[in-house]
């Protein structure tokens, strides 16, 4: 039974425009959540982060919305570039076993020059 | 090393063989994690250790899967009598806090590919 899902497994953005990336979760314990990127042949690495008891957290051209009464989160990408094609997984943890992070099934980004 | 490394980078086995995965995590971290990715899946928890003390292991999917960290250092993850459905990459990661250290980040290696036919 996933607990964090991401239902989209692809997206394709030209070069310049707004990437979005969902992802939702069922647990409503989890109150820490993550986004990592993934090249191919390589380990994820991490990207941004976000706690409960913020909605926003903004990083550069990353930003992450968390919607607790939906259990949504979204990673937004502006401007996309194409070295930010890679696969982006989103992460949760709970502050029971901070440790075990629930990684949803990944959405693979291209985005076109 | 600058990152996490992990060895062998692929493993072909035949079912029923045992394997060891390892992993050299960044020095001085004192988390380490083991997680299985199936093919088109996200990393799946499988243990946790903090130093040499195996403080999780409810991810591991069978008394099959066996982890050590004996020295808080280098990491081992055995397999043993292998079946099909252990094929997956097997990623290793390591943070730097442990214990209350709520918000570290966790670097991950490149994994290892294991096939078993």
């Known amino acids: 039974d996933q607990q964090v899902k991401q239902n989209s497994p692809s997206l394709s953005v030209q070069e310049g425009r707004i990437s979005i990336l969902n992802c939702d979760y069922t647990n409503s314990m989890f109150d820490y959540f993550l986004w990592y990127k993934k090249y191919p042949a390589e380990g994820p690495t991490f990207l941004i982060s976000?706690?409960?008891?913020?909605d926003k957290n903004e990083d550069g051209r990353f930003t992450v919305f968390l919607n607790k009464s939906a259990k949504h989160l979204s990673l937004h990408i502006v401007p996309s570039q194409p070295g930010d094609s890679a696969v982006y997984f989103c992460?949760?943890?709970?502050?029971?076993?901070?440790?075990?992070?629930?990684f949803g099934s990944g959405t693979k980004l291209n985005v076109k020059p | 090393g600058a990152g996490v490394s992990q060895s062998p980078r692929y493993k072909v086995a035949k079912r029923g063989q045992d394997v060891a995965l390892r992993c050299d995590p960044i020095s001085g971290h004192v988390s380490l994690f083991w997680y299985q990715q199936a093919l088109g899946q996200g990393p799946e928890f499988l243990t946790y250790?903090?130093?040499?003390?195996?403080?999780?292991k409810s991810g591991l999917p069978s008394d099959r899967f066996f982890a050590e960290r004996p020295e808080g250092s280098v990491s081992t993850l055995k397999i043993q009598r292998t079946q099909q459905e252990d094929s997956a990459v097997y990623l290793c990661a390591s943070s730097l806090g442990g214990g209350q250290t709520r918000y570290n980040e966790q670097f991950f290696g490149p994994g290892t590919r294991l096939t078993v036919l």
């Open positions: 992460a949760a943890s709970d502050s029971y076993n901070f440790n075990k992070f629930y």
């Open positions: 250790f903090q130093n040499e003390a195996q403080l999780d």
């Open positions: 976000i706690s409960s008891i913020k």
